[in-house]
Each structure stands twice: as structure tokens, then as C-alpha cells.
């Protein structure tokens, strides 16, 4: 095979294959996993090999997948599911919201990447072998870090609300009260390094305690986690939306509501902490609102429906603000405001 040839070229050059290939027919495995190899053996280092590999990862999935929803706000068809239809981003505002993403991905995530693959063997995590696990072994490590980040996102997220870290780190990532995919990582880079951590701390605990974790699977989590986050910020519900399959999912919908009302809804993957906690109340009051605007706008033609749901948006942004300046404390707070 072409990629094997290529394998054992590199090998011949820096003979490194002796050195980590040594117990390994390389013509036996599968395409993704022979690529594998023959990158570790042309880097000729792993700790280079790996900590380029992971931000390559990182930078190459999150702006791939930003790019679809980029395209999408340039496509009027989709506004019909856009979940504030009137506020739609300026070429400007994503420029200006992907320098702030550069700043803190090579600031902030580049240092954190470049140290993981040390850590990472201390650990005891595999990083340069082959065969990768098999996706029964990775399917249950990669639902436990979702289970675990979401609830350590939740209190994080719910900490960064408090007053002097929401006016000195969150506030930045509260520019936009109607999101976009790039905003995702659009962020304070305190919160970048704080809220990452429970990206990553989820397979660091797991491989401590098991032994048992390649750097393959962590990927595969990665980049699943960077969809979710870049999702749940496009500010899109279609009808094949996740949550629309699964009811637990939080998705756009459910974000959205945080970015445009302030409070509620902390978690990211999942709706369990906000519900079982009841942080989710002003956001349930909503749906509710919406449903019965619906409801007396039936026969209504579009423009009048859509006037009404426009009065609605309007009316629980300007609540958020309030609930803003409170949090920051911009303005006195009274027992009627309660930001959760």
C-alpha cells in the first residue's frame, strides 16, 4: 500500500519504526491507522508529532465547521429556522470575533495542546500505537466525558455569572445576546483555560484511574465536543435538530435562550443539570409564551405573527439586560430580579 510505502520510507530515513513500530506489521492495519504511523515516524519525535497533530485537529475542526454555519447566515432560505431571524452577523462582527478566537486558541489552547503529550504518558494514555481501540471501548469513554463536562461546565459556567468573574472574564462572551458558530470559543482567555478544563479533565481523571485510554478516542470526543459547542451557538433549530431526537440534548434552542435572556440554561450537551437544579425556569416560562403566541396569532398572516414573536424577543432581551447589569452591578438589584 501507497501510505505503508511511505511508512517505511520515513522509517529508513530517521529509523524510528525500529523504535515504535518495532512489534508491528504495519501492512496489516487499516488505512486511517497506518497514517497514523507514518506521521509519528516522519515527525521522528512524539511529543512534537502529537502536540502538532492536536492543534491541527483543533484549528482544522473548528473553523471547518464554522465555515457551514458562515454560509448558512449568507443563505436567506435557512433564516426561516433562525432562532432570532433579525439579527443576522456582519461580515465585520465574524471578522472581529475570529481574531479574538485566534488570539486565545494561540494564547491560551497552543501552550496547553504542546504539554498534553507529556502529561498525557504520565498518565499512562497511548498516543503513537497502533491499533486504535475498537468503538465499543471508545463509545462509553467518550459518553462519560460528555456526562462529566456537562456537569462541570454547569458550575463553572454558573461561578462565571458571579459578579467580578462575569464583569472581568464572561462578560466578553455575552457581546452577542443572539450567538453565531464562531462565538463559540469567542472568549475571555481565563474562560478559555477554565472552561477547557473540563474538556479535558474528563479523559485525564479516566486515564489515571484506568490505564486505559488512547489519544485516538480523546480525539474523537474533541472533535464532537467542538461540533456541540459550535452548534449550540449557530443559532439555527432546524427540524433534524438533535434535540429534536433526543429531548435531552440541549442544541441551539436551548443556548440561544442563555445568550438573548441572560440567565438560565448554564449546561452545554445536556438539559439534566439545569432542570434537576431549576435554572431553567425563565427559560420554560418562555416556551410557554411562545406556544400561547402562537396560539392567538393563528389565522394572523406572517408579518403579524412575526411581529409578535419579534415584541417577545424583544421583551426578554431587555429583561437580560437588567439581569446583566445586576450581575455586573451596574445598576442596585431588588427581590424581583434573581439571575440564575
Not at 45 to 53: C, K
Not at 184 to 209: D, K, N, Q, R, S
Not at 216 to 230: C, D, G, K, P, S
Not at 231 to 249: E, K, R, V
Request: aromatic residues 16%.
Amino acid at each position: 500500500m501507497a501510505l505503508n510505502a511511505t511508512a517505511a520510507a520515513a522509517a529508513a530515513a530517521h529509523g524510528t519504526a525500529q523504535q515504535l513500530y518495532a512489534h508491528v506489521d504495519l501492512s496489516k492495519l487499516g488505512w486511517l491507522e497506518q497514517f497514523w504511523a507514518a506521521w509519528y515516524i516522519w515527525i521522528d519525535n512524539p511529543v512534537i508529532a502529537t502536540g502538532l497533530m492536536s492543534f491541527l485537529l483543533h484549528e482544522i475542526v473548528y473553523f471547518g465547521r464554522c465555515v457551514l454555519w458562515i454560509i448558512i447566515d449568507a443563505i436567506p432560505y435557512f433564516q426561516r429556522w433562525k432562532l432570532q431571524p433579525n439579527k443576522i452577523p456582519t461580515p465585520q462582527e465574524q471578522w472581529e470575533c475570529t481574531k479574538q478566537v485566534l488570539f486565545s486558541h494561540f494564547t491560551i489552547e497552543l501552550p496547553a495542546i504542546w504539554l498534553f503529550h507529556p502529561l498525557a504518558e504520565v498518565l499512562g494514555m497511548q498516543t503513537y500505537q497502533v491499533p486504535f481501540p475498537s468503538w465499543q471501548t471508545m463509545l462509553p469513554q467518550v459518553a462519560i466525558f460528555f456526562v462529566f463536562e456537562d456537569m462541570f461546565h454547569y458550575f463553572a459556567h454558573q461561578a462565571l455569572h458571579w459578579g467580578p468573574l462575569y464583569k472581568h472574564i464572561h462578560k466578553l462572551h455575552h457581546k452577542y445576546s443572539a450567538p453565531f458558530g464562531l462565538a463559540a470559543e469567542y472568549a475571555h482567555p481565563a474562560e478559555v483555560f477554565i472552561l477547557g478544563t473540563g474538556t479535558i479533565a474528563g479523559p485525564m481523571l479516566y486515564c489515571y484511574f484506568t490505564r486505559n485510554l488512547h489519544i485516538f478516542t480523546v480525539y474523537v470526543w474533541i472533535t464532537l465536543r467542538l461540533f456541540q459547542a459550535i452548534d449550540a451557538h449557530s443559532g439555527y433549530d432546524f427540524p433534524w435538530s438533535l434535540q429534536h431526537i433526543l429531548p435531552f440534548w440541549s442544541g441551539a434552542e436551548h443556548h440561544d435562550f442563555h445568550h438573548m435572556a441572560f440567565t438560565n440554561n448554564h449546561s452545554t450537551s445536556f438539559r439534566w443539570c439545569d432542570r434537576l437544579f431549576g435554572t431553567d425556569d425563565k427559560y420554560r416560562e418562555y416556551r410557554l409564551r411562545i406556544a400561547a403566541s402562537k396560539a392567538a396569532m393563528k389565522g394572523k398572516s406572517k408579518a403579524e405573527q412575526e411581529a409578535a414573536e419579534r415584541q417577545l424577543i424583544a421583551e426578554i432581551e431587555a429583561e437580560g439586560q437588567r439581569a446583566e447589569a445586576v450581575a455586573e452591578g451596574s445598576i442596585p438589584g431588588d427581590k424581583t430580579v434573581k439571575v440564575q
